[in-house]
Structures are given as structure tokens and as C-alpha cells.
């Protein structure tokens, strides 16, 4: 079922004949929730930096050979993700003219997403958070 009315674009034509447009935005946001299976993973091997990190709230756009980063606190990331595929590189001081470019356009996409993010806060039984923990997630 395929709905014209709903927000973005179809990938059926990446689906059935494999074609992109490398050009065209990838934008992706992370809350900073890190599953407690994972950090206990993370701080069973002292990297308490790392899970810091993760948990650090992070809007990211990708578009051509470049992603750039933008974390809560205001630290930017920019990397040439077809030269430095692992992210070892950051160019945000040196690539400053694609550095604004590209959070311009992420400020702009956060601004004009059609749905709204606000936190969310749930009530839990003891049955549910018993089963949370059992999944790792607590």
C-alpha cells in the first residue's frame, strides 16, 4: 500500500534497477540511547570515552562524498567518506566552505521535517521492566 500523501521519497526504482543519485541528502539523527547490553560490552573494556560519545544526542547529513556530523554540544564532524571510509579524518576546520554548506542544509531538513520529535516519556510496569532487563536493554 503506497500512500502520495506521505513525506519523502520512494526507493523502489534503487530497489528494481539498482540506480541512486549519490547527490541526493541522507540525513539520519540519533537520540543517544545506548542499549544497556552495549555499554556494559563498552565498559568492560574501559572505554569510558566511547560510551560517552554514543551517548551524545547527533544529527548527521550525507550527500555526495561527504558527511558531516553535528553533536548536541555543538562539535562538528566532516569527513570525505570516499577517501576515509572509517572516519579517521575530520576536515571540519580545513573544508570549512562544505562544512557550512552541509550543516546548512541539515538545519534546514530539521527545521522543515514534517513530524515533530519531542521527548517521549513511558510508564513501565514491573512486568515490562522485568522483560526490558531481560532483553539487555536495562
Known amino acids: ?39 556494559k560490552r563498552i565498559d568492560n573494556s574501559l572505554n569510558n570515552k566511547r560510551i560517552n560519545e554514543l551517548k551524545q544526542k547527533r544529527k548527521m547529513i550525507r550527500k555526495g562524498k561527504y558527511k558531516y556530523i553535528l553533536t548536541i554540544n555543538g562539535n562538528e564532524e566532516l569527513y570525505n567518506i570516499s577517501s576515509d571510509p572509517q572516519e579517521q579524518f575530520n576536515l571540519a576546520e580545513s573544508q570549512f566552505n562544505i562544512k557550512k554548506d552541509l550543516k546548512t542544509e541539515l538545519l534546514r531538513w ?24 531481560a532483553l539487555g536493554y536495562m
Request: aromatic letters at 8%; a positive charge; charged letters at 25%.
Open 1 to 39: 500500500l503506497f500512500r502520495s500523501s506521505l513525506p519523502g521519497k520512494s526507493l523502489l526504482s534503487v530497489i528494481t534497477s539498482g540506480s541512486s543519485s549519490k547527490d541526493r541528502p541522507l540525513f539520519a539523527e540519533w537520540e543517544g540511547r545506548v542499549p544497556a547490553f552495549i555499554q
Open 110 to 133: 530539521q527545521e522543515t521535517t514534517a513530524i515533530r520529535r519531542h521527548a517521549v516519556s513511558y510508564d513501565a510496569d514491573d512486568k515490562v521492566l522485568k522483560n526490558l532487563r
